[in-house]
C-alpha cells in the first residue's frame, strides 16, 4: 500500500510564504514525475508545479517565479516553496506522484491540505 501524506499548509496573509511537503510511503520502487495541483472552490483541479526524476520543473503561468518545486528522492518526498503568496492561491492543494511498485505504475494521490491567502 502506498501513501502520499502532505503537511505545511495553513492561513497565511497576502505576501506571505509557505512550505508544502509531500512524503510517499509504503510499498515503493522508484516515484516517476511529482507535482503539486490545487483546486479552489467552483473551480477544476489544476496543475500548480512538476518535477521530473532529473529535476526538471514545469510551473503554471500563475505563479511562475514565486512557487518552487523541490524533490528530495533519498526521502521519497516532494515539496513545494509558495512566496509572495495572493488570495488567489487561495485552496486544497495536492500532491501528485508516479509510483512504480509490486503492482506495476500508476499515479498517487495525497489527501489534500488547505492552503488560506487573507488579503
Known amino acids: 500500500q502506498v501513501q502520499l501524506v502532505e503537511s505545511g499548509g495553513g492561513l497565511v496573509q497576502a505576501g506571505g510564504s509557505l512550505r508544502l511537503s509531500c512524503a510517499a510511503s509504503?510499498?515503493?520502487?522508484?516515484?516517476?514525475?511529482s507535482g503539486w495541483y490545487r483546486q479552489a472552490p467552483g473551480k477544476a483541479r489544476e496543475l500548480v508545479a512538476q518535477?521530473?526524476?532529473?529535476?526538471?520543473?514545469n510551473y503554471a503561468d500563475s505563479v511562475k517565479g514565486r512557487f518552487t518545486i523541490s524533490r528530495d528522492n533519498a526521502k521519497n518526498m516532494v515539496h513545494l516553496q509558495m512566496n509572495s503568496l495572493k488570495p488567489e492561491d487561495t485552496a486544497v492543494y495536492y500532491c501528485?506522484?508516479?509510483?512504480?511498485?509490486?503492482?506495476?505504475?500508476?499515479?498517487?494521490w495525497g489527501q489534500g491540505t488547505q492552503v488560506t491567502v487573507s488579503p
Open positions: 501528485n506522484a508516479g509510483i512504480i511498485n509490486i503492482a506495476g505504475p500508476r499515479p498517487y
Open positions: 509504503g510499498n515503493i520502487f522508484s516515484i516517476r514525475t
Open positions: 518535477i521530473t526524476t532529473s529535476g526538471s520543473q
